[in-house]
């Protein structure tokens, strides 16, 4: 069973950092790409970022390029989401994501597994 835990959201200003955790368990991660998607509050979910697992190829969506960095530490299974130039449109809760076989990853629907989210509010 896979399970993904997120960590590190909270309530920033505008032009602050944050940094979010995913811990992986549960799977042989070593194929799989991650991801994080986030969704504002009556919107659909949105892609963020990802990255794949062995190769390392990482993907953004247009609004976070340059500013929002993905990363993984393959030995502790765990997937980072640097987030600097906080703006309050960034205001979601974002969620881990896990896919597990080849493809796309840069839309909510590529991803198979998730994590429960965690808040993220960005103050003006």
């Known amino acids: 069973q896979v399970r993904l835990v997120e960590s590190g959201g909270g309530l920033v200003q505008a032009g602050d950092s944050l940094r979010l955790s995913c811990a992986a368990s549960?799977?042989?991660?070593?194929?799989?790409?991650m991801g994080w998607v986030r969704q504002a509050p009556g919107k659909e979910r949105e892609f963020v970022a990802a990255?794949?697992?062995?190769?390392?190829?990482?993907y953004y969506a247009d609004s976070v390029k340059g500013r929002f960095t993905i990363s993984r530490d393959n030995a502790k299974n765990t997937v980072y989401l640097q987030m600097n130039s906080l703006k309050p449109e960034d205001t979601a809760v974002y969620y881990c994501?896990?896919?597990?076989?080849?493809?796309?990853?840069?839309?909510?629907?590529?991803?198979?597994?998730w994590g429960q989210g965690t808040q993220v509010t960005v103050s003006s």
């Open positions: 990255i794949r697992w062995s190769g390392g190829s990482m």
């Open positions: 994501a896990a896919r597990s076989l080849a493809g796309v990853v840069t839309s909510p629907s590529n991803f198979d597994y």
């Open positions: 549960g799977g042989t991660f070593s194929n799989y790409a």
